[in-house]
Antibody
Framework: EVQLVESGGGLIQPGGSLRLSCAAS????????MSWVRQAPGKGLEWVSV???????YYGDSVKGRFTISRDSSKNTLYLQMNSLRAEDTAVYYC???????????WGQGTLVTVSS | EIVMTQSPATLSVSPGERATLSCRAS??????LAWYQQKPGQAPRLLIY???TRATGIPARFSGSGSGTEFTLTISSLQSEDFAVYYC?????????FGGGTKVEIK
């Protein structure tokens, strides 16, 4: 069964750092493009970052320079390192797998990140 | 950045009726358009990609149409489990962008 399980969310003070993990099962993360998508409380969806199967990475303007996406093929896990966190980064963060195009055919259950003092 | 605009924001429909949701792109996205369904407390679920191709396991009452800048998601006969928020997403250009969502509620 194809599954994505996120972890690592929590309450963090502004300016702090957090690392999210996404453990995949049923398929290899290294063979698929993978992204993080977030959703602020009561709001819509925002794409955050992509890790292409070939190794390239891209970021949305709102997180560029602060967030880093990476993967560990041996653990079949995707990561999102989040630094210099701001209140506006508060959201549920979803790990997603890309389909044959850059749409998202598999979603994790999400992990909540709350940035507050 | 391509801006996706969904209308209406809220759609009140009776069970068994037809629902028509719209999504407009600020520039052409060809057929690189997906639709998702999200229920409260759950992750979104892929319904449609390529503007009109149903994802695996999606019932035939869901259909997508359109190309370029105008797209439609139609639910032919609303079932109780279809009341949810629906998002469109373009994947023609980076950054990938979503519409603001349409909430389909029980009339």
């Amino acid at each position: 069964e194809v599954q994505l399980v996120e972890s690592g969310g929590g309450l963090i003070q502004p300016g702090g750092s957090l690392r999210l993990s996404c453990a995949a099962s049923g398929f290899p993360v290294s063979g698929n493009d993978m992204s993080w998508v977030r959703q602020a409380p009561g709001k819509g969806l925002e794409w955050v970052s992509v890790f292409y199967s070939g190794g390239s990475t891209y970021y949305g303007d709102s997180v560029k320079g602060r967030f880093t996406i990476s993967r560990d093929s041996s653990k079949n896990t995707l990561y999102l390192q989040m630094n210099s966190l701001r209140a506006e980064d508060t959201a549920v963060y979803y790990c997603v797998r890309h389909g044959s195009g850059s749409y998202f055919d598999c979603w994790g259950q999400g992990t909540l990140v709350t940035v507050s003092s | 950045e391509i801006v996706m605009t969904q209308s209406p924001a809220t759609l009140s429909v009776s069970p068994g009726e037809r629902a028509t949701l719209s999504c407009r792109a600020s520039q052409s996205v060809s057929s690189n358009l997906a639709w998702y369904q999200q229920k409260p407390g759950q992750a979104p679920r892929l319904l449609i990609y390529g503007a009109s191709t149903r994802a695996t396991g999606i019932p035939a009452r869901f259909s997508g149409s359109g190309s370029g800048t105008e797209f439609t998601l139609t639910i032919s006969s609303l079932q109780s489990e279809d009341f949810a928020v629906y998002y469109c997403q373009q994947y023609y250009n980076w950054p990938l962008t979503f519409g603001g969502g349409t909430k389909v509620e029980i009339k």
